[in-house]
């Protein structure tokens, strides 16, 4: 027996929709922040702390989530998510000053984070082991479209009046479709096994647990009991390496990367960033066909290789061309009304145009001032700083050679293949292997556990970037991320197992029979596991 008619098109949209939130809220502010710096004077370390504050609400999350998931439910957490995210699109699109900005992005980072851990939870319990693969991935998918829409509204709403209140407002709108979706499902796998025709398609997890639910604690997560502390190995591996390779630069800092490598035109660095979310999208599509054919391992493996060597090409390029490498912040409220980019809909928030002579009338210095404005490191000894500055385009860099051309092709193609291999590689792979690989009864708080890491990676990564640049260059910044890609290369091959077609229930008793995953020579070979399959109780 198969699931109910509309089951699956409303998980698929449900996964569809979060992740499209998701999107669209983390990159909305790359073409908000330039009004809102008009409207409010913003300074450069406002700018920041508006802009962190939905990392530092993403956080908080994933620190409390997993016990709210666990406790109240996977539905009940997603639908509150909504609610929260609501109220934080309200305050934003009637903020009256910075402190109502601050509030709204902090709850609206808030919720994407619960919502995201609690989606993936969700839809992998609700469905079986053959569509499992696809509708968790769909999140992914659905993250990159809500970034490419991102764009397209910054873009058409840059110079209507107001137009970042409807920006930041419209997130709410994919939410509540959610949320119509979710009054149309079960509430979690504890009513689908009430429902006979599941039981088939998960193995008979939920028959077993009802027989008598272990218990876990937190703190099993660290232990040996079912092989917890493998688990949790796994987990942490996969979103730190996912995060350690650099892609949070790579996407944040995009038009960046190509105005440095030499991409100098304005328009050029943003179609470029543009093409990145376009490959992004066409990438999660691919993977999302092939994560139940080829499997999680294997396009973990591909993904992680190929990124490692196309963001060692991006630095081995930087070594042949000129760039300025100095970070500058647009401190100046005025300088973005000399910006040849309407919204800089472009998805790095700091992007510099071009050197211009122009001062500005209140304050009497250069538009893009990088000495009186400009931290040496910006990051340094301020821990909440964002990834706000851009690397400094204020000095006189040479023009772009024409024997220049063909390494500049070559840098376009290796982001191209480095941000194609992380959405078909880490990108959806990462969380999908999480809502597999930990029991029912602990899978939200082990989720979440594994999430305040990444998001904790991501700041890190984001804010050493530019701190980087400046010790050892971009180029060695670059490298090292290649080397990160490459250990995190022998880390799928040793410790990362393969669940394609294994129903939860088979992937809890795989995970219990390998009682020590960490070692070579125990990499997952599916043929040699006797699964059990657990009879369903007449």
Same mark, same amino acid.
């Given at each position: ?141 659905? +993250? ?324 980087? +640049? ?23 091959? +040793? ?44």
């Amino acid at each position: 027996m198969g699931l109910p008619p509309l089951r699956l098109p409303l998980c698929a949209s449900v996964s569809l929709l979060g992740g499209l939130t998701f999107g669209y809220e983390l990159a909305v502010i790359s073409g908000a922040l330039l009004p809102l710096q008009l409207d409010f004077e913003l300074s450069c370390l406002e700018q920041e702390f508006l802009v962190g504050s939905l990392l530092l609400g993403a956080l908080l999350a994933s620190l409390v989530g997993g016990f709210l998931i666990d406790r109240c439910g996977r539905k009940q957490a997603i639908l509150g998510s909504n609610v929260v995210l609501l109220a934080g699109s309200l305050s934003l699109g009637l903020a009256s000053s910075l402190a109502w900005l601050v509030l709204g992005r902090s709850a609206a980072g808030f919720a994407i984070s619960l919502s995201s851990m609690a989606c993936c939870i969700y839809v992998s319990e609700l469905v079986g082991p053959r569509q499992r693969g696809v509708l968790v991935s769909l999140y992914e998918a659905g +993250i990159t479209i809500g970034i490419l829409l991102s764009y397209a509204l910054n873009y058409a709403l840059a110079s209507a009046p107001w137009g970042w209140r409807h920006m930041l407002g419209w997130a709410a709108t994919p939410a509540l479709l959610q949320s119509l979706s979710l009054l149309c499902l079960p509430a979690g796998a504890d009513e689908t096994a009430a429902n006979k025709d599941l039981i088939p398609l998960q193995g008979g997890e939920a028959t077993k647990s009802g027989l008598g639910k272990p218990r876990y604690s937190f703190l099993d997560l660290f232990r040996a009991r079912d092989n917890m502390r493998g688990r949790t190995t796994v987990g942490l591996g996969l979103v730190l390496f996912q995060q350690l390779t650099g892609q949070p630069n790579v996407l944040c800092y995009a038009s960046t990367i190509f105005h440095s490598v030499g991409f100098r035109g304005g328009s050029s660095a943003m179609l470029a960033s543009v093409g990145l979310g376009a490959v992004k999208v066409a990438a999660t599509l691919i993977a999302m066909g092939l994560v139940d054919r080829a499997g999680r391992r294997a396009l973990l493996l591909a993904g992680c290789a190929l990124m490692a060597l196309s963001v060692s090409g991006i630095g081995l390029v930087s070594f042949a061309v000129p760039m300025d490498s100095g970070p500058s912040c647009l401190a100046m409220p005025n300088a973005t009304k000399l910006s040849g980019l309407p919204g800089d809909s472009g998805l790095p928030i700091g992007l510099s145009p071009p050197p211009l002579s122009t001062t500005s009338e209140n304050q009497g210095e250069p538009v893009l001032s990088t000495s009186k404005k400009t931290k040496p490191h910006p990051g340094a000894g301020d821990p909440t700083a964002p990834p706000l500055p851009a690397l400094s385009t204020a000095s006189s860099a040479p023009p772009s050679a024409p024997e220049h051309a063909l390494l500049h092709w070559t840098a376009l193609v290796c982001m191209m293949v480095f941000v194609s291999a992380f959405s078909f590689g880490f990108g959806p792979v990462t969380w999908l292997v999480l809502s597999e690989i930990y029991p029912v009864e602990i899978r939200g708080r082990a989720f979440a556990f594994c999430n305040s890491f990444n998001w904790a990676a991501n700041l890190f990564i984001s804010l050493s970037f530019l701190d980087l +640049i400046g010790t050892i260059g971009l180029s060695w910044t670059f490298l090292l991320y290649g080397l990160t890609a490459v250990l995190g290369l022998g880390f799928i091959y +040793i410790f990362v197992p393969e669940t394609k077609g294994q129903s939860l229930a088979e992937i809890d008793q795989q995970f219990q029979r390998r009682r020590f995953t960490l070692g070579i020579g125990h990499r997952q070979s599916t043929s040699g596991v006797q699964y059990s399959r657990i009879k369903e109780s007449s």
